[in-house]
């Protein structure tokens, strides 16, 4: 099994006893600070791994905010300010010795909007690699676009233009250009931020099939907005809820008997 | 008789405003009004104004036009023809007629002051009647015009909304203006000098001699000894002002907190403020005797005027204008291409370097192209720390010179009236203007695109 | 399957001291970026700090004067031989003599002429209009004994604000002796208080000796090059080709410049030999340093120097001829050579006296903000350029702001989107970036040439400038008109109002902050141009301010750009003044601009 986080430190407690089967991600206790405003209250999840976490809620519920705390994306927003304590296999993802570079090449990320760089295919999914400095040769780097392509199942569509800019691809070939690209620095988490919520429902379907082959390797967390997504394409479901988590479980659980009143009227379409 | 023109005019508005509003209100009394009487007063101050200052507008010019004539007939035929002459003999006749004439007038002279004089009081008689008929007679139609049903607000609407485009016109008048006079002298240079010459003569020493049998008096005007002068300093300009302004911009828009923007952008708007008379003074006083004597004792002869001194300080008046360019270029490439790079664990720089400048390059050589045509198009810096004499070298520290200072040196101080070498600083200023117009033009549109594709 | 490539890449990701290295790399190139963001913004602070410094340590001191308080007689016989104390009379009467007898006083020694005139030259040419106007005001002061400020001239002023030479003073540490009291006299001092100048001298000669080496050397250069072309010519000729008239030009060059390098070289040995002869007496002229010494109250100027003894001509009279002991007297050198001094050995002992006698003053330059342009620099203000520009700006400000604020809502608010209104905008935004220098030529081909409007007037550098600005204004009067929610428009529509009474009642008050904000900015804009006013002739040397938008006038940039011209160090004081003068003008304007904007910035 190679499940394991390869960071820098040796040290990493390789089998850390917190660790239960198979969980991938533990987080206790996050709190999020916009400037004044708090955005997450105490919230606590494990998240298990090779499968699919759905992350469900109303909107501004905390639930994307969450998300961003994984890859420590929230770095970038200079108010905002997040405590508690985040593990992904057992380490701390805030621990100073962890370098922010390392945990988002290993917690890859796609957005709601597709947001492919305005380069070439092959340049989009090249990206990674070049930057981490992974490909050692151009066969190496071919290899690698081509396999990432494949894996997120775009490669036949475009294989013959892999020097066209990846901006002029329809949008759910450029949400699964972006899949690709976050493949290609080979993560093992896969975060998606309602990652259909820009697209028509054949390419929902489509990248909801993708979800469902990639959580062979990869653990994914996904936010969406759809109930039914969730509920398709997930194991596990996280109910959030002004910023607080409210339960979470088996996806089939979650749905056909929840515990919260609120969950069960947010499922049954009382609010949201 | 301008001021007692508009004196009446201004009473005769009065009288329209205040007669039109007291009808209304009289109509008022007894059936209900379309418009509140202020519109009715407004439409006849409107009846009033038009007539009477399109009167002014063409009556003046053709009564000067005709008084001048005549005046001119009555002392030489043979002046009128002259351009030359027809100037200085008027400014004698009106100095005569003023009484202002120092010296014993001619009687020829006296004779077309006689002229003047009468018909210059004539014509002037002649209009103020004239403008008062007709205000008088744009009040009458007004009046009758008003009635309660009358819709006099959407008259006078209709009247503010003319004037208000043709105050948007005034901009397209400017240019329509600039390019007629640019062009027209320009003309007149090409009559005398062959635009070959002109373009791709490597000489340049406008000095035209005042009398014809005197030596080199045909001057000669080849510009590319000022198309190399210019282009040197506008490169040593951004040499300094694209790196300085774009890494200033990167770190304004990617790196700086809050506060130090808060302390850096007046910083920049300050340095944007200051006149470039007072950054010429700075460069001709200061900077051109220290790289001098800098050269000096690096054992380089470093010409007092040098191109390197205009240059930087050049650089320096322009490093604002890219850097806030470039900043509103960079803040416009969404902040998801940013997230996704992020995303991948790529570092800031990595970021800004692979997808951040590649997004916003179009847009980034738009900005350098915007403040290469103002480093073009600037005066008063190289008028005050670059030379005279057209150089034709690449040498920084070497004395050159610019479209500008030329146009400048040539222009100011007594011209030769309709010699070449008064002409062609107008063909320098076309080149000019049409060179910094076609950049200008390719930028901003680039920069429009840019914008659309991110919005 | 291609699965397989990416584990095997992923093994070799992170843990080996490869990568570890590898992001080590990838944070310093980080740092370093960061640093040359950094470095640019510094560097563009630094130059602004340096620009403003510069002129301030130039300009300051231009706005005081120095002035000489003298006992003056207002002599009856001079003023009003008639004796009819008449004002007019008066007037005519000569008071630049007075002045001159009652610095002359001062000086009994001075009695050759070519000393009495550059006494004379110490006051400025319009001393006695102040004296003037005193006894033209109250007759009665005639005969009178009064106290009188009298001004200095530029050369003396910047003698005393210590511009133009750098002055220092050491005590001097033996016993001094000198053997006369006025005349030539021979200074002997018992330690060897001299040897440090007499150093400083020789090192002074062997630079200059380098100089003019490097000269004959520059010389030589040119004089290669001419024989090249001559030895070219010479095969030319050879081979028969004419080489017309060049060649005897050629030839008597290169022997008239051989000749000026003979000379050269040998006054660089002669100075080279003078420093080579360590400890030797020198000759002091007006080409080295000045060295006087101060002792028993007169003032020696040195001629010859030795290591110990002194010969030099007294410039003020010893008290006596008695010993000095150390630290009583002191050696005062002028950094400056005289001969690159506007101030000579001699008026600088004449000038130390006046101030040791406590006549000279220091006050503020008025006068600066009072009068207008002059030659004499100690003369010259900036009333009139203050004025122009005002009248300039006003002009400006009637003519565009009103256009501005019309064409804005025109675009803004009636404007049907088709190509006119298309190409309007276009228009003004290429107007914009248009250089200034050619809205100049705009002026002059039409406002002056077509429309025969006057030269130099306010009027036109106003039109001029009103066309230079109105972009600007226009462009931030259409952000302002933007800025403000369509909803106070819909509700003024709401209410029955027509589509002007909404927009004139309520969207443009609304929006007048931001459109007087971007007023201010195009005034201060306007305010600093002075290239397109160069064009219509607002250069004329104009001493008095201007009456009206169609006199002749200049602004306050062209006039600091026609300061900046002169050859008078004073007036390089005087530009920087006028600069200071501008910047002030400036940031008060833009603060204001700034503060409107904060004060009204209305968030919707």
């Given at each position: 099994m190679n499940t394991m986080l390869k960071m820098d430190s040796p040290a990493a407690p390789a089998e850390a006893p917190t660790l239960g089967n198979g969980i991938k991600v533990v987080a206790r206790d996050v709190n999020v600070y916009y400037g004044e405003k708090r955005a997450l209250f105490d919230v606590s999840l494990d998240i298990p791994e090779r499968s699919v976490t759905a992350l469900i809620g109303p909107s501004g519920c905390g639930k994307s905010t969450f998300l961003r705390c994984l890859n420590r994306m929230n770095d970038t927003i200079p108010i905002a300010r997040v405590t508690g304590r985040i593990e992904i296999d057992g380490r701390d993802i805030h621990d100073p010795d962890l370098d922010v570079v390392q945990l988002r090449a290993n917690v890859g990320m796609v957005f709601q909007k597709p947001n492919p760089f305005p380069k070439s295919i092959y340049e989009n999914v090249a990206y990674g690699p070049r930057i981490h400095g992974f490909a050692n040769s151009k066969a190496d780097l071919d290899g690698v676009v081509e396999s990432s392509l494949r894996r997120a199942g775009l490669f036949e569509e475009v294989k013959d233009r892999l020097a066209d800019s990846g901006t002029g691809l329809s949008g759910g070939q450029q949400q699964r250009l972006c899949i690709a690209r976050a493949i290609a620095v080979s993560p093992e988490i896969i975060l998606m931020d309602e990652p259909c919520s820009a697209l028509d429902p054949i390419a929902t379907a489509k990248i909801e099939e993708l979800m469902d082959e990639l959580r062979q390797n990869y653990t994914i967390i996904i936010v969406t907005h759809s109930m039914q997504q969730a509920a398709r394409v997930s194991q596990q479901t996280a109910f959030f809820h002004l910023g607080i988590l409210v339960e979470d479980g088996p996806t089939q659980e979650i749905f056909t008997n929840p515990t919260d009143k609120r969950t069960q009227d947010y499922i049954t379409g009382r609010f949201g | 008789m301008g001021v007692v023109y508009f004196t009446g005019l201004a009473l005769l508005v009065l009288i329209g405003f205040f007669f039109g509003r007291a009808r209304a209100l009289a109509v008022g009394h007894t059936e209900n009004l379309h418009s509140r009487p202020g519109y009715h007063g407004g439409f006849v101050v409107i009846s009033v104004l038009l007539p009477v200052l399109a009167l002014f507008a063409l009556g003046v010019p053709f009564a000067q036009y005709v008084t001048e004539n005549q005046a001119l007939q009555a002392y030489?035929?043979?002046?009128?023809?002259d351009a030359f002459k027809r100037s200085a003999v008027l400014r004698d006749i009106i100095a005569l007629a003023n009484g202002q004439f120092s010296g014993q007038p001619t009687e020829a002279l006296r004779r077309a002051a006689d002229t003047y004089a009468s018909l210059h009081a004539w014509t002037s008689y002649l209009l103020l009647t004239g403008g008062l008929v007709f205000g008088l007679l744009g009040i009458a139609y007004g009046l009758r015009k008003l009635s309660a049903r009358f819709r006099a607000r959407n008259s006078v609407e209709r009247f503010v909304k003319g004037l208000l485009f043709a105050a948007a016109c005034v901009a397209v008048l400017t240019t329509i203006g600039i390019v007629a006079s640019v062009l027209l002298e320009t003309i007149r240079f090409f009559e005398r000098v062959s635009p070959i010459d002109f373009l791709f003569g490597l000489h340049w020493s406008p000095q035209t001699a005042i009398r014809a049998d005197q030596e080199g008096s045909s001057g000669s005007f080849g510009i590319v000894p000022l198309v190399t002068g210019t282009l040197l300093i506008t490169f040593i300009a951004m040499f300094i002002a694209g790196p300085i302004g774009l890494f200033a911009a990167i770190y304004m828009a990617e790196y700086a907190t809050p506060r130090f923007r808060a302390f850096a952008k007046p910083l920049l708007e300050i340095l944007a403020g200051i006149p470039t008379v007072v950054l010429g003074f700075f460069a001709a006083l200061t900077l051109a005797p220290l790289i001098r004597s800098l050269g000096e004792t690096l054992g380089l002869n470093v010409a007092s005027e040098s191109a390197l001194a205009a240059g930087i300080v050049m650089g320096m008046m322009i490093i604002p204008f890219v850097s806030s360019l470039s900043d509103d270029i960079i803040n416009a490439v969404p902040q998801s291409l940013r997230d996704g790079s992020y995303g991948m664990g790529a570092t800031k720089s990595e970021t800004i370097k692979k997808v951040v400048l590649p997004a916003a390059f179009g847009g980034i050589v738009s900005a350098l192209m915007l403040a290469m045509s103002r480093a073009v198009g600037e005066t008063m810096i190289v008028v005050m720390a670059a030379g005279l004499a057209g150089n034709l070298t690449f040498n920084p520290f070497e004395a050159v010179t610019t479209f500008t200072v030329q146009i400048k040196t040539i222009l100011v101080g007594d011209q030769e009236f309709d010699s070449a070498k008064t002409l062609s600083a107008f063909a320098l200023g076309f080149v000019l203007f049409f060179f910094t117009l076609t950049l200008n033009v390719i930028a901003l549109q680039v920069v429009k695109r840019y914008r659309e594709q991110y919005d | 399957m291609t699965d397989a490539v990416l584990p095997e890449l992923r093994a070799s990701s992170f843990a080996s001291d490869d990568a570890k290295a590898r992001i080590r790399a990838r944070y310093r190139s980080e740092t370093r970026f960061r640093f040359y963001g950094l470095l640019a913004i510094g560097l563009t602070a630094m130059f602004l700090v340096v620009v403003l410094a510069d002129i301030l340590i130039r300009g300051l001191p231009a706005f005081t004067q120095h002035w000489l308080r003298l006992e003056v007689t207002v002599n009856a016989a001079e003023i009003d031989p008639k004796g009819t104390r008449d004002p007019a009379e008066i007037r005519q009467g000569d008071f630049q003599l007075l002045i001159r007898d009652a610095l002359r006083a001062q000086f009994p020694e001075v009695t050759d002429r070519r000393g009495r005139r550059s006494l004379d030259g110490i006051l400025s040419s319009a001393a006695a209009d102040g004296l003037r106007k005193r006894v033209v005001a109250d007759p009665s002061l005639v005969g009178q004994t009064l106290d009188v400020p009298l001004l200095l001239s530029d050369d003396i002023d910047l003698y005393f604000k210590g511009i133009g030479t750098r002055i220092e003073r050491h005590p001097g540490r033996g016993i001094l002796t000198s053997n006369g009291t006025t005349g030539d006299v021979v200074l002997h001092s018992s330690s060897n208080d001299f040897a440090p100048y007499l150093d400083a001298i020789k090192r002074a000669l062997s630079v200059r000796a380098r100089d003019i080496r490097r000269e004959a050397d520059r010389l030589r250069a040119i004089v290669s090059k001419l024989e090249a072309r001559k030895a070219e010519l010479d095969r030319a000729s050879k081979i028969g080709t004419l080489s017309g008239g060049e060649y005897p030009a050629l030839v008597s060059d290169i022997e008239s410049l051989g000749q000026n390098i003979k000379t050269l070289d040998a006054d660089a040995a002669a100075l080279q030999a003078r420093f080579d002869a360590v400890g030797s007496d020198e000759k002091l002229d007006e080409t080295v340093p000045s060295q006087l010494v101060a002792i028993n109250g007169g003032l020696v100027k040195i001629t010859q120097l030795g290591n110990s003894t002194a010969t030099g001509t007294v410039l003020l009279p010893l008290q006596s001829t008695a010993d000095a002991a150390g630290g009583t007297w002191q050696v005062v050198s002028y950094l400056t050579p005289e001969a690159g001094r506007r101030v000579n050995d001699r008026e600088v002992g004449w000038l130390e006296r006046l101030k040791e006698k406590g006549l000279v003053e220091r006050a503020f330059n008025w006068a600066f903000f009072t009068s207008g342009d002059s030659r004499e620099p100690e003369l010259a203000g900036i009333r009139g350029a203050l004025v122009g520009s005002a009248l300039t700006l006003l002009v400006t400000l009637v003519l565009c702001l009103p256009i501005g604020i019309a064409a804005a809502i025109y675009l803004e608010e009636f404007a049907p989107k088709n190509r006119l209104t298309e190409l309007i905008e276009v228009n003004i935004n290429n107007l914009a970036a248009v250089p200034s220098i050619v809205f100049g030529l705009l002026g002059l081909a039409v406002f002056l040439n077509f429309m025969g409007l006057p030269r130099s007037a306010p009027l036109v550098g106003g039109l001029v400038l009103a066309l230079l600005v109105l972009p600007t204004i226009i462009i931030a009067s259409r952000a302002a008109l933007k800025a403000v929610p369509p909803s106070i428009k819909e509700a003024a529509l709401g209410v029955g109002a027509s589509h002007q009474q909404a927009i004139f009642h309520h969207v443009l008050p609304l929006a007048m902050p931001g459109v007087m904000t971007g007023t201010i900015i195009g005034m201060a804009h306007a305010l600093g141009e002075t290239a397109p006013l160069l064009m219509i002739g607002m250069v004329a040397f104009i001493v008095e301010p201007a009456s009206g938008i169609t006199d002749a006038a200049t602004v306050l940039p062209v006039q600091i750009y026609l300061w900046s011209d002169l050859p008078e160090i004073a007036f390089q004081a005087k530009t920087a003044a006028a600069i200071i003068v501008l910047l002030v003008f400036l940031f008060v304007m833009n603060g204001t601009a700034i503060y409107l904007r904060k004060r009204f910035e209305r968030r919707w």
């Open positions: - | 030489d035929p043979a002046a009128l023809d | -």
